[in-house]
């Protein structure tokens, strides 16, 4: 006997798994840029988030929520990737795991598993990590590339940091109260490579690049988000900067340091957590690239694209709403 | 710092007095009156708000039976609520209520998985309507039940299950309120709204199909093959299209075991058929 | 030749499949019976003319169009009738047929059979929408839409677009490329004689770029008639969509609720113009038709005329038959198509294509939780939103369903197809425009 089914009767062969797949060998030239310049260190840390991740996915699906195994979908060594992402090299593994369990179990699985979720796991795993141990989240070990037995902590500011504490009025003598000065900030070069402070993804942004570029053509995302997020920032820093010439504005820096190309690329662009319509991904675009802008030069953090992520996350549900397609044959001319 | 505590107190008393003053003012000048005994007439209702009466809600029937007369309030009925609460209303508004008979909901096809064996494999969303515009049906019966239990997840009253074993939609007698969902909801049109009959006993055809008896056979062993036997039984039994029906007048107390014992196919379902053995 | 266009919103690419693009028309023969259903179009079905025992001939009349939305039915064997009752149909339904005993292949004499190109059009316009009338011709693109009515526009509302849909986007389907390979001046003439109805000079052939032969030959033809252009289109689904197709090549966008003819344009298949030709010139009604016989689970794939009425499985049979491999038989394409449940249902005036689909094909993954990824909403050539569609439908939030548009939607399939999570989004769509319906 024939099988019955309603039409379509073909379908594309891109599944979730698929598209995790992807994302995943997206990530991949910022993870191995992260093991050559942090050492093994950053190796760890990766692993330890990714396998906290999947199991407390695991846990919770088959004995919580009894739905089975839902691993099998990738998300969770997505969510744990990017956690790892965000975190510095030294981290212990026991923060590492909290971190995850903040990800997993309390952002993504307690509203329901993947597609339900709110907010961006990993992000909140990371503000989760970064407010209850300041100390150990802002440590940053200093770039020794292709050192990798090298463990001695030696730590130095990230970019974001030295700028933050650079004075307005005086830029070319302040120092900062972390021993940082003007001076220590890398080439544009290193930054664009990734030889510098920061935490483990966030530091090459060709490496961020590459996987973008990958997803592109792999029709993982639509361009939007990223290009709107980045070039809002680089052109509000901009104005700033040709109005008052302060190296602090400097757009370029803001575009190449802190986790801006990581987040723009792989944060802002979560399916779960960004809008869906296209007019809806350029408006969470431009609003997160305006909040990064602010809380970077306004607010007592150095960096705000986690925060700025995350706000607006809260507002998706809001954007869906208003900014629809325009239906055929309605709403023009 | 006193006064400041004090200015706080007359600032916050000024804008609650102020609210105050213009919510009385807004209530006085847009409150609609309404009779008080609609409320107090909602109030005996199940307050299930399901349109089986055919308003739009029990605040609307409520508004109904009060501005009813003697004669449009005999009209007036909520089948969940039943007599009980109708009687309730009626001696709250002063009227007499009309004696109606209790209703159940009975699904007239008999297409179980023993019955009617699935033959096509079909792959879809569960749902009955799309899979009555899509085929004919899993079992190949163009009026059978199709099983996906789309009655079920209609039913406000938890009254409707799909039977593990059998496949198909059973009704739990106590719960059914024959409020009309499944009626208008099966694709189908297999649900009838029916009199529960004396102590229960009632007896219908449970099936619709119209096809030729032996086409009819094939895919279903339980299938009303148009035979006209039960007409011979009682005249008011009707047979169209090779469907036969059983009016509601058929008593089944008299009828019901003999109509059962003679269908053929067992098409003819009576609740209670040993009643008139005893 | 101008740029290559295509509609704006939405779309998607499946693969093409298109293994019969080279294969050319062949007969496909006479069966033993022919089934001809009554009702091959929207609207009322036809009065029958015949009974049991009659003699009919190729292209006798043997159903009445009942009313104006309805269409007539014409014998497309010569033989004796030996049923006129219900029979199951493709879905298991049963469907009023005329059973036709083949005898020998006598043609109605009045048929011309020669196979050369008439082109000097002798009619006027009332006269040839009398003609089409009688041949029983309905929009063979598949929605079975009585071509007449289409004809007969009111004064006031005369199309300055007449475009002819040569664009088969649906994966597999071939009959249409083929056709207008194979009768390429024929179809151009088709052009000419709406032309003539409507009082407009110009008519445009879209075809999708996948099609080189075709454009080829049709440019090359159409630069001997005045008026008739050929034009390229993207390859893209549904790009053949009656409304994705005006606005690809005017701009212009049918309203909600609204037809074609509101903003100009009228827009007809190749195989109908092919069979209005036919009518015309010829006196041929429609009895025959172009099928694609193909599918990766097809041995003999192929091309071929068939006359309304034979049962498909004489058809698949002539292709190499129904193998193990064979998990579903699809009537027309594999995105709109219908999948059969009696393969010995006949082939009608609509029926574009006979698809035998492997498992590796089909696939029928499990569908898993909404990722939100909002493909499904930039594919949806409406600018619809399917997934808050089937949230609303899964809930039962019917009333949510109109300011959410769910009547526009043309039940493309391209947000199903699309959907990572392969939630059946279509399904829940239809079951949307169903309770709509319901609910008024």
Redesign the interface.
């Known amino acids: 006997m024939f099988t019955i089914s309603t039409a379509p009767h073909m379908n594309s062969p891109v599944t979730t798994q698929t598209l995790m797949r992807d994302v995943i060998i997206a990530l991949m030239p910022a993870a191995i840029v992260a093991v050559l310049i942090f050492g093994i260190g950053a190796l760890k840390v990766m692993l330890t988030a990714v396998a906290g991740c999947v199991l407390f996915e695991y846990l919770v699906s088959k004995y919580l929520l009894h739905r089975g195994n839902t691993v099998t979908d990738n998300s969770a060594i997505i969510t744990g990737l990017l956690l790892a992402f965000n975190l510095p090299s030294s981290m212990p593994i026991w923060m590492i795991l909290v971190g995850c369990f903040m990800a997993i179990v309390v952002t993504k699985m307690a509203f329901g598993g993947l597609g339900k979720n709110l907010f961006n796991p990993a992000l909140v795993g990371r503000v989760f990590l970064f407010i209850s141990f300041p100390v150990q989240m802002t440590h940053w070990p200093k770039p020794s590339f292709a050192d990798f037995l090298n463990t001695d902590v030696q730590t130095g500011a990230t970019v974001l940091g030295i700028l933050k504490h650079v004075d307005v009025q005086s830029s070319a003598t302040a120092l900062s109260n972390q021993g940082a000065s003007l001076a220590d900030l890398p080439t544009y070069t290193e930054m664009f490579l990734g030889y510098m402070g920061g935490s483990l993804g966030e530091v090459s942004a060709l490496a961020l690049l590459l996987g973008l570029a990958y997803m592109l053509k792999r029709n993982v995302i639509t361009w939007h988000i990223p290009f709107f997020y980045l070039a809002t920032v680089f052109v509000v820093t901009c104005v700033f900067w040709l109005v008052t010439g302060n190296i602090k504005y400097d757009p370029l820096t803001h575009l190449l340091s802190g986790g801006l190309m990581l987040g723009a690329i792989f944060m802002a662009t979560d399916y779960v957590t960004s809008p869906m319509s296209t007019n809806g991904k350029i408006f969470f675009a431009i609003c997160c690239g305006l909040l990064t802008v602010i809380i970077r030069l306004y607010g007592s953090y150095p960096e705000g694209v986690s925060f700025a992520i995350l706000i607006m996350n809260a507002f998706v549900p809001l954007i869906d709403k208003i900014f629809v397609p325009r239906i055929y044959g309605t709403g023009r001319k | 710092m006193d006064n400041l505590i004090l200015l706080n107190i007359i600032i916050l008393g000024l804008i609650a007095l102020i609210a105050a003053i213009v919510l009385y003012f807004v209530s006085k000048k847009f409150s609609v009156s309404e009779d008080p005994r609609i409320d107090q007439t909602e109030a005996l209702l199940p307050g299930a708000n399901c349109g089986a009466c055919g308003k739009a809600g029990c605040h609307d029937f409520a508004t109904s039976c009060v501005k009813a007369d003697a004669k449009s309030f005999s009209n007036l009925y909520c089948p969940v609520g039943g007599a009980k609460v109708m009687e309730k209303v009626a001696t709250f508004l002063g009227f007499t209520a009309a004696q109606r008979e209790p209703t159940v909901a009975v699904l007239r096809c008999q297409g179980t998985c023993q019955n009617a064996p699935e ?7 569960k ?1 009955c ?2 899979a009555n ?5 899993r079992s ?1 019966c ?1 009026t059978g039940c199709l099983r996906f239990g789309d009655c079920v ?2 039913c406000k009253f938890g009254a409707l299950h799909i039977d593990e074993k059998l496949g198909i939609p059973v009704v739990d007698e106590d719960k059914c309120t024959s409020c009309g969902a499944c009626v208008n909801m099966c694709p189908r049109q297999l649900f009838e709204i029916r009199p529960k009959g004396t102590n229960g006993n009632r007896v219908y055809v449970a099936c619709r199909n119209t ?1 030729k008896g032996a086409q009819a056979r094939k895919n279903c062993t339980a299938a009303c093959i148009g035979c006209m036997k039960c007409t011979k039984i009682n005249p008011e039994i009707k047979v169209e299209n090779n469907l036969s029906y059983i009016p509601t007048t058929v008593s089944a107390d008299e009828f019901g075991a003999e109509l059962v014992k003679n269908c053929p196919t067992g098409a003819i379902v009576c609740t209670k058929p040993s009643v008139k053995d005893k | 030749m101008s740029a290559i266009k295509t509609f704006s919103i939405g779309g998607i690419h499946p693969d093409k499949h298109k293994i019969t693009t080279d294969s050319p028309i062949r007969e496909a023969g006479l069966p033993e019976y022919v089934y001809i259903p009554v009702k091959q179009h929207i609207g009322a079905p036809a009065k029958i003319l015949v009974q049991k025992g009659d003699k009919v001939k190729v292209g006798t009349l043997i159903a009445d169009a009942d009313g104006i939305v309805s269409a007539d039915v014409h014998s497309s064997v010569s033989g004796e009738v030996t049923k006129v009752e219900d029979i199951e149909g493709e879905f298991g339904w049963l469907e009023t047929m005329i059973t036709v005993k083949v005898e020998g292949d006598e043609f109605e004499p009045s048929i011309d059979r020669s196979q050369d190109v008439s082109k000097d059009i002798p009619y006027t316009a009332g006269e040839i929408v009398q003609i089409i009338r009688e041949a029983g011709i309905v929009g063979m693109g598949g929605a079975g839409y009585p071509t007449p009515i289409k004809e007969t526009v009111p004064f006031e509302k005369k199309p300055d677009f007449l475009i002819l849909n040569g664009i088969e986007c649906e994966p597999f389907l071939t009959a249409d490329d083929r056709l207008m390979v194979e009768r390429a001046e024929q179809i151009i003439i088709g052009a000419k004689i709406i032309n003539k109805v409507l009082g407009i000079q110009n008519a445009i052939i879209a075809i999708d770029e996948n099609k080189p032969n075709a454009i080829e030959t049709l440019t090359n033809i159409s630069r001997r008639y005045v008026g008739v252009n050929v034009q390229v289109c993207a390859t893209k689904y549904p790009q053949g969509g009656e409304k994705q197709l005006i606005q690809a090549i005017t701009g212009r966008e049918v309203p909600p609720g609204k037809l074609p003819l509101d903003v100009g344009c009228l827009v007809q298949n190749v195989g109908t113009v092919y069979a209005i030709y036919e009518a015309v010139m010829k006196h041929k009604p429609l009895f025959e038709r172009v099928v694609t016989v193909s599918g990766d689970a097809c041995a003999k794939p192929g091309n071929y005329l068939v006359r309304v009425g034979t049962p498909a499985s004489f058809l698949i049979e002539q292709c190499g038959g129904i193998t193990e491999d064979v998990d579903q038989v699809v009537f027309g394409g594999p995105m709109m198509g219908t999948s059969a449940v009696n393969i010995n249902a006949p082939i009608t005036k609509l029926t574009s294509g006979i698809l035998l689909l492997s498992k590796e094909l089909t696939r029928h993954p499990a569908e898993t939780a909404c990722i939100r990824c909002g493909k499904c909403v930039d594919v949806c050539p409406m600018g619809l939103r399917p997934f808050a569609i089937a949230c609303s439908v899964r809930d039962g939030f019917y009333d949510e369903l109109k300011p959410l548009h769910v009547a526009d939607c043309i039940e493309c399939g391209c947000c199903s197809y699309i959907c990572p999570a392969k939630i059946p989004l279509l399904d829940y769509c239809k079951l949307g425009k169903y309770e709509l319906k319901k609910s008024k």
Do not use: E, H
């Open positions: 033959k096509i494999n079909y792959i879809g969303i749902s309507r799309l515009k899509t085929f004919i049906g190949g163009p997840s209609v096809q």
